[in-house]
């Protein structure tokens, strides 16, 4: 079958791709005229006329979230948002999570809401770009990766609302890169669809962090922390299709012994990883606003030479996800976060 490039467009920058398929025209939203534009032959897209300066109405909100139901990421430029307009808005899709237990474990946090996640790379003591060598930074490292966000926690997150305050110069890199994971699970063969219909796999915050920084995190063993247990065949339950849940955090698969666990989980990563079904969106400036599905798409940072040298100010609400699949297979109100008691 032919194969067909896609074209750069004004709103995102693409990573050369040859993928069946083209880019859908943009179309209007049947209540509220909101334009959207298709970023992806199959997921991702811009949304504009939405005031956001303005409450966000019940009718309004539910048009918004059918259109972050269909297409997994919906990127908002130029919102104008507050921290207090960013969690008031984000409240619309569900129980917010909140930094608590990170404080309480010691950590530092610079902003004024527990409820928004710092993802910049600001030093919490001084205000300024934090060097490499901090822990923040190497803690940070593991986002490279793809994964889907707090998968290893006892109740996993649903959406996650990512918001710039400030931005490094362009071309310093930080771009944010998704994807389809529903898309991936699709073209699955049916063989590997029947195989992995029933297995859990095994979720931890620190085998990814350990994967990407093994000798900082060499006395680090994930199989002694809490392990979040999640089916990797699932149903999404907003869109009604089929997922593949996978990620970065994936240490082992109940079932299998050590070398199939990880063959397995290198060829389900890999292929959600194949150019065809992979977005980068680049930050154009402060109030640009990407809200993902975290149980529909998956999605990594790109670093860049702004890393140690300019500031990147990213503010995100995590939502826990509400679905029926919450707690995976954790048990109904399973309550630790970051392998915290």
């Given at each position: 079958?032919?194969?067909?490039?896609?074209?750069?467009?004004?709103?995102?920058?693409?990573?050369?791709l040859?993928?069946?398929?083209?880019i859908?025209?943009?179309?209007?939203?049947?209540?509220?005229?909101?334009?959207?534009?298709?970023?992806?032959?199959t997921?991702?897209?811009?949304?504009?006329g939405?005031?956001?300066?303005?409450?966000?109405?019940?009718?309004?909100?539910?048009?918004?979230?059918?259109?972050?139901?269909?297409?997994?990421?919906?990127?908002?430029?130029?919102?104008?948002l507050?921290?207090?307009?960013?969690?008031k808005?984000?409240?619309n899709?569900?129980?917010?999570?909140?930094?608590?237990?990170y404080?309480?474990?010691g950590r530092?946090?610079?902003?004024?809401?527990?409820?928004l996640?710092?993802a910049?790379?600001?030093?919490?003591?001084?205000?300024?770009?934090?060097?490499?060598?901090?822990?923040?930074?190497i803690?940070n490292?593991?986002?490279?990766?793809?994964?889907?966000?707090?998968?290893?926690?006892?109740?996993?997150?649903?959406?996650?609302l990512?918001l710039?305050?400030?931005l490094?110069?362009?071309?310093?890199?930080?771009?944010?890169?998704?994807?389809?994971?529903?898309?991936?699970?699709?073209?699955l063969?049916?063989?590997?669809?029947?195989?992995?219909?029933?297995?859990v796999?095994?979720?931890?915050?620190f085998?990814?962090?350990?994967t990407?920084?093994?000798?900082?995190?060499?006395?680090?063993?994930p199989?002694?922390?809490?392990?979040?247990?999640?089916?990797?065949?699932?149903?999404?339950?907003?869109?009604?299709?089929?997922?593949?849940?996978?990620a970065?955090?994936?240490?082992?698969?109940?079932?299998?012994?050590?070398?199939?666990?990880k063959?397995l989980?290198?060829?389900?990563?890999?292929?959600?990883?194949k150019?065809?079904?992979?977005?980068t969106?680049?930050?154009?400036?402060?109030?640009?606003m990407i809200?993902?599905?975290n149980?529909?798409?998956m999605?990594?940072?790109?670093?860049?030479?702004?890393?140690?040298?300019?500031r990147?100010d990213m503010?995100?609400?995590?939502?826990k996800?509400?679905?029926r699949?919450?707690?995976?297979?954790?048990g109904?109100?399973?309550?630790?976060?970051?392998?915290?008691?």
């Open positions: 079958m032919s194969t067909e490039t896609i074209t750069v467009t004004p709103t995102a920058t693409w990573v050369p040859k993928i069946e398929g083209v859908p025209e943009p179309y209007y939203s049947p209540k509220f005229n909101l334009k959207i534009i298709p970023l992806h032959p997921f991702a897209c811009e949304l504009l939405v005031d956001w300066s303005k409450d966000i109405s019940p009718e309004l909100y539910q048009e918004i979230r059918d259109i972050v139901d269909k297409f997994g990421v919906v990127v908002c430029r130029d919102t104008g507050t921290d207090e307009g960013h969690i808005f984000s409240a899709f569900g129980d917010l999570d909140d930094v608590r237990p404080q309480k474990a530092k946090h610079r902003l004024a809401h527990p409820e996640f710092d910049g790379n600001i030093d919490p003591n001084t205000g300024d770009v934090a060097p490499l060598t901090a822990a923040q930074v803690g490292k593991a986002n490279e990766l793809f994964h889907v966000d707090s998968s290893f926690n006892g109740r996993r997150a649903g959406h996650s990512l710039a305050h400030v490094p110069p362009p071309g310093t890199g930080g771009s944010t890169e998704y994807a389809d994971s529903r898309t991936a699970y699709d073209d063969t049916a063989a590997k669809k029947e195989q992995i219909k029933e297995l796999a095994n979720h931890s915050l085998h990814s962090r350990k990407v920084m093994p000798d900082y995190f060499k006395d680090t063993d199989s002694k922390l809490p392990l979040s247990k999640h089916k990797l065949s699932q149903v999404h339950e907003w869109s009604g299709r089929k997922n593949l849940y996978i970065s955090y994936v240490y082992s698969i109940d079932g299998l012994d050590v070398d199939e666990s063959a989980i290198a060829e389900l990563l890999d292929h959600v990883q150019p065809q079904y992979r977005v969106i680049d930050w154009h400036q402060p109030g640009d809200i993902w599905d149980t529909s798409v999605h990594r940072a790109t670093g860049g030479s702004y890393e140690g040298n300019f990147r503010r995100r609400t995590t939502v996800d509400m679905s699949d919450k707690y995976g297979l954790n109904y109100g399973a309550d630790w976060r970051v392998g915290l008691p």
